[in-house]
């Protein structure tokens, strides 16, 4: 059974620091892998998502890579702002036709101005 | 596009009572997702549907949970009856098409408190 765990589980950095999220998976047949972001009372947004072909994606100051035979994804936040705070989610499918998402527990993050 | 649109927002109940959940996907999506979150089990998936028709239903917790999809414009979430335990924010997600490239997109979520 795929089980997905983000560390760390909170995390508070100074405005203008880069940061790192870690997100590993124990089942590397994954079809893809989606970070998302989630702020308090609201639904998720799609940051990025990166196939199982694919080593990583970028969009703007937000970089995610994938190691699928370790079971290991990052989000790398660059140059981060009050705003980023956010609990951030990251999310493998199940490797079968459906994409099916199993979720990690979340980084809460605090970027403190 | 409005997104996925979830209605109500909020809804406290007695345990006991009836709740449905509504969802409207992004138009042209074909597949839909049910989604919970807890604090103590975080997201999990419920039940999802593909061309209106529902395919894995296996995260249903009880009897007392039902969806249905009556057209692609429109799903509904039932619980019947409603315990306390059923507290929680529930989401619809839906997507456009099957593949590795294809990303879900969620709702604002409903917060069911069951008192």
């Known amino acids: 059974k795929q089980e997905v765990t983000q560390i760390p589980a909170a995390l508070s950095v100074p405005e203008g620091e880069n940061l790192v999220l870690n997100c590993s998976f124990t089942d590397s047949a994954i079809y893809n892998l989606q970070w998302f972001r989630q702020d308090p009372g609201k639904g998720l947004t799609s940051l990025l998502l990166i196939q199982s072909s694919q080593r990583e994606q970028t969009s703007g100051r937000l970089n995610a890579s994938l190691d699928k035979s370790s079971g290991r994804s990052t989000l790398y936040i660059a140059a981060s702002q009050p705003g980023d705070s956010a609990t951030y989610l990251c999310?493998?499918?199940?490797?079968?036709?459906?994409?099916?998402?199993?979720f990690g527990t979340g980084t809460l993050l605090a970027v403190q101005p | 596009d409005a997104g996925v649109i979830q209605s109500p927002r909020h809804e406290v109940t007695e345990m006991g009572q009836e709740v449905t959940l509504r969802c409207k996907p992004i138009s042209g999506h074909d597949y839909l997702f049910w989604y919970r979150q807890t604090m103590m089990r975080g997201l999990e998936l419920l039940i999802y549907f593909n061309n209106n028709v529902p395919i894995d239903d296996s995260g249903m917790p009880e009897d007392r949970f039902s969806a249905k999809m009556p057209n692609a414009s429109f799903s509904t979430l039932k619980i019947q009856p409603s315990e306390p335990r059923d507290s929680a924010v529930y989401f619809c997600?839906?997507?456009?098409?099957?593949?590795?490239?294809?990303?879900?997109?969620f709702g604002p979520g409903t917060r069911l408190t069951v008192t």
């Open positions: 997600a839906s997507r456009n098409g099957q593949g590795a490239s294809y990303e879900q997109y």
């Open positions: 999310a493998v499918s199940d490797g079968g036709a459906t994409n099916k998402l199993i």
